[in-house]
């Protein structure tokens, strides 16, 4: 049965815009960005970094967190498919639940793409920042399930790259089927009489 | 190969009824088992290693060189059997046609590969150490022999590689800069005539060879398609698999627990092979040693209550993992959820959640994108896999487009529902694009054919409420099509110019909802009585 959770009495969001050195300050204006998030709804502090994924970058989430006791993080910087397990983390280790934080690709889908027009990547990052926090205002708590992994690992195909991966994860101690459609093992290096740059046989 | 007896079936006889049974009787070892057969096997495994090689061009389609017309054109594979101790010449190099041995060799580079008009722009990595060795154990063998190779440029940028280079052309071969383009047979002798444009010297010249090998490149394995369906994994354009990150994570799969080593990631030597397999076997031996892993809470929700008991969400689930039975209500298996959200986006009477993409969340984000000056912008669903990350793509490759568009992720385009679109339509948007993965690369094995049927529905609904459809787009664009990502941002600005800000008026009321919900509504009548 599912209820919803109550929300909270009082969305508290950071904004944590980054600058990744020139990858995207260098096309987008952040210092107006970053004025621009702090004046959206339920967003308590808006924070400009360099690097937002280095130490002190993540420090600044970690003591804004605390200090503003945020409930919710929006992290404007690069694309969740890169750092989202390092945000994740990061407001995780400030005691915030990892689901409670959202980001805002603005280098792989804005300054990269957009860079010789500052105005209209600036005005681009700013609907993303606005739609990751307004995205954020919803967000809840979530618990992972957690699953066993099985102790044994398969390899397709038994070529060189398939014998080599297997007798290493042998080697490790581990498990190992290796799955060959031919009658024999050896792959394409076998058919070879001479292999570079040894000049050696190849079986 | 193989190095040990294999009964070849089709032609075996078998000993039932007794018709041959010869081998049988002489393997001291009692190693043959007529009634041995195929079956299939079940295993549980936690991690998989993908190392499933490559497939030898066949040139036999660049007819220019003559391949299937002349008994002395032969390819580097044959080569190899042909020098080979072990081969059928106990490794005497001799030619095809009359089993004299050659003195004039001629090598082609390139056949098959960095050629864009037959489809095989990429650069197959191996051919030019191979022939340069091949070079270098013809003149050990036979110092009399005249090497001459052809070549577009000659790539030997390995350990060692430039040193085996220089060897061979102290050896005496002779690289001519150039890919000839007609080969001749003197039909008497069979020896062959070469016609070549020198590219170096600016000169045509003609050389006459006893034998031309071919330096055939390599593609992607005929299976690929195969295990990339099973695996919900994505190619290149090249057609080789698609790692996760091209420099930070290259031996990983997008798919968790899946790795690649060797050749069927991209064109690699032997050395580089190896060096993937281990990379991979590490990160392989990481995952089994984890014991647990956690899976991202992205699964799907049923509200009992709200549950209508039609089970249109067990009909599209692609992974069978929500129980309905009919008159009750539907169940979610939770570690059998991937998370795709075509039920949330299918089931109409708001009854499922799907965590951390809900309609809540995704809903704002298109409300708070098109807040100011919606007529100035595209709004973009793009899933999580393939048209996310092919926008990823764009930028990494920094290709410029229009900075009209917005781009809304989801995890899969089946996610997207028909309240999404149209909010997006009466928020003032001008122009909606719904994107995902082309049909066969769905990480969801084939839930984006749902986004495909609910496009078909959103057009008819729109067409009836008099908006243009094609206002509604629908593409398939890959994660490694960046390129494409950037073509049709461009064209999605060309048809955003053409919606007059009248349209975007009509549309917004036009599309105004009607009645209210079936739930709420019987509700209500409940409530009443």
Redesign the interface.
Known sequence: ??APKPLEDEIRIGVFVCDCGLNIAGAVDCAAVTVFAKALPGVVCAVRNKYTCADPGQNEIKDAIRAHKLNRVVVASC????HEPTFRQCVREAGLNP?LMEMA?L????S??????RE??T??AM??V??????A????P?????????????????????????L??AD?G?KV?LVE????I????????????T?DCS? | ????Y?LNMNDCLGNNPIACGKCAEACEQNAINYDDHDEILT????????????D?YDPTEMDEYGYTRFDNVITS?EF??L???G?PTAGHFVRPSDQERPKRIGFVQCVGSRNPKIGRPYCSNICC??T??DT??LADHYPDVQNTVFYQDIRAS????ED?FQRSKEAGTRYIRGLPGEVEEDPETHNLTVTVENTTSGSLERHELDILVLSVGVQPPK?LAK?SSLLTLSKTSDGFFMES?PK?KPVDAPTRGVFF????EAPK??KD??C???A???R??A??N????????I?S?????ACMKCGQCAAVCPYGAINWKKGEVAVVV??ACAGCGACGATCQFDAI?M??F?D???I??V???L??EPQD?VVVFAC?WCS??G??M???S????????????TMCSARVSEEMVLEAFRCGAPVVLVSGCHYADCHYINANRQTAKRMQRLWDKLEKAGVRPERLQLEWISAAEGQKF?EVMRQMEELRKTVTMEEIEHTRHALQPKHKKIPEKKTATAGAR
Request: charged share 20%; proline share 4%.
């Open positions: 049965m599912v694309t969740p498919r890169q689901y690709n280098r792989e889908h804005c990269w793409v957009h860079p010789g027009n209209g990547a005005r681009k609907d993303l606005a739609s990751a926090a307004a995205r205002r919803f967000l809840q979530q618990q992972e399930l957690s699953v066993p992994v099985t102790k044994r690992a398969l390899v397709i195909g038994g070529g060189v790259a398939g014998i080599e991966a297997s290493q994860l490790a581990h089927v459609k031919q009658p024999s050896g792959g394409i290096m076998a058919q070879l009489d001479k292999t570079y740059p000049m079986i | 190969m193989p190095s040990t294999v295993r549980e495994i936690g991690a998989i290693i993908v190392a499933i090689g490559l030898v594979m190899e059997r020098i080979c101790a081969g150490m191979n340069i060795k270098l154990l390995g350990k060692s590689f085996m299976d295990i990150h930070l080593a060797g050749f069927c030597d032997i092979s190896v993937q397999a281990g991979s076997a590490s392989a031996g995952l089994l984890t014991g647990r892993i956690q899976i991202e809470a699964t929700r049923i509200d009992e209550q939770e570690a959640t965590r951390h809900t809540d969340q995704l704002a984000q409300r708070a994108l807040e100011l912008k999580n996310y990350a926008a990823d764009a930028g990494i920094r290709i410029q487009y229009p900075a009209s568009n917005r781009v809304v992720r950037a």
